[in-house]
């Protein structure tokens, strides 16, 4: 008996360090933090890092660019370790063709024009387009592909909503792919928890918000997916394929993103076009990032997600025989 109390008393320090992980660099009150919108317009880019020297020129024609994402508190370090940098590791070179890598650093506690210090969601997802607008879309790249964690994931489909919505579809087939990792497509349990404590310590956090489970926005966005890809397929455009890694063990005793939520966006449809891969071994964090260079078992995965996508696009035509990413537009 008494170690089954040890037990659960392990189970609920263990919760309570994952929360105070997730709440800890939210310094805003409620107090704090202003209500109302951010005017779209005045919302600063995201940053959009090159890992190495990017494409200039027709050289980018024939390029592809790979852009990672990272998740709630995170930043561009998400994907590496002391010991091994992924999108560093990533070849210059895949089936012949050059690959640009590209990492994305958005804030989650915004900057003084706001009048607030915490982001919402969509203030991020703007953040994002704005920087890749800048930054990668400029360029004519053949493909675009994500790799997004944790929110990362739901912020790199919000973003291909965005693009769908104010650049059009083949501006959004420009994007072969998204690699989800341990993306809460329905929500965590995990951030009910964490924002109980946080209305307790008279903290907010509409980012939390965004990630409680089956929450209006993320059913919103599995329908809004549904109907991107209802439309792309009546325009013959080039289907923006989905890939989702789902992390297999615990973070501090604590399971944050269930398989049932990972595998949430599949809803609405389009189930056999998204192909999911569960890793036993990996947890919230470690599917972000090889453990090390000698266990690469998500690396691997993905390395072989960006050759086939790549043999894909340079293989295209649309349903005229030709290489446009759509027959027709409206």
């Not at 998500?298 to 025989?321: A, C, P």
Request: contains cysteine.
């Amino acid at each position: 008996m008494l170690s089954v109390i040890h037990e659960e008393g392990r189970v609920k320090l263990a919760r309570l360090l994952l929360v105070m992980f997730f709440a800890g660099t939210v310094t805003a009150s409620a107090q704090e933090t202003l209500n109302g919108v951010v005017p779209f317009e005045a919302i600063a880019p995201a940053r959009v890092f090159p890992v190495r020297a990017p494409c200039a020129g027709e050289e980018c024609r024939d390029s592809h660019a790979i852009v990672f994402i990272h998740g709630i508190y995170g930043s561009r370090e998400t994907f590496a370790t002391p010991t091994f940098d992924w999108p560093k590791s990533i070849p210059e070179r895949i089936d012949g063709k050059r690959v640009d890598v590209y990492l994305v650093e958005y804030q989650t506690q915004l900057v003084a024009w706001a009048k607030k210090n915490v982001s919402n969601l969509d203030e991020v997802v703007y953040a994002v387009f704005r920087g890749m607008n800048s930054e990668v879309l400029r360029r004519d790249y053949k493909s675009i592909g994500l790799v997004g964690h944790s929110l990362g994931g739901n912020v790199g489909t919000s973003y291909l909503h965005t693009v769908k919505s104010e650049l059009g579809h083949a501006a959004r087939s420009r994007h072969s792919f998204i690699v989800t990792l341990g993306t809460p497509t329905d929500g965590a349990d995990i951030a009910a928890v964490a924002q109980l404590i946080k209305r307790y310590m008279q903290m907010s956090d509409p980012l939390l918000t965004s990630l409680q489970k089956d929450n209006t926005f993320l059913r919103m966005l599995a329908l809004w997916r549904y109907s991107e890809n209802q439309k792309s397929n009546t325009f013959g455009c080039r289907p923006v394929r989905i890939y989702a890694g789902i992390e297999g063990s615990r973070y501090f005793g604590v399971k944050v993103v269930s398989e049932q939520s990972a595998r949430f966006i599949s809803q609405y449809g389009g189930a056999g076009s998204i192909k999911f891969e569960t890793f036993p071994l990996l947890n919230h964090s470690t599917i972000a990032k090889p453990p090390n260079a000698n266990d690469k078992g998500v690396y691997d995965w993905t390395l072989k997600i960006f050759e086939d996508e790549i043999k894909r696009v340079s293989g295209w035509r649309n349903r005229s025989g030709n290489e446009d990413l759509c027959d027709r537009v409206l």
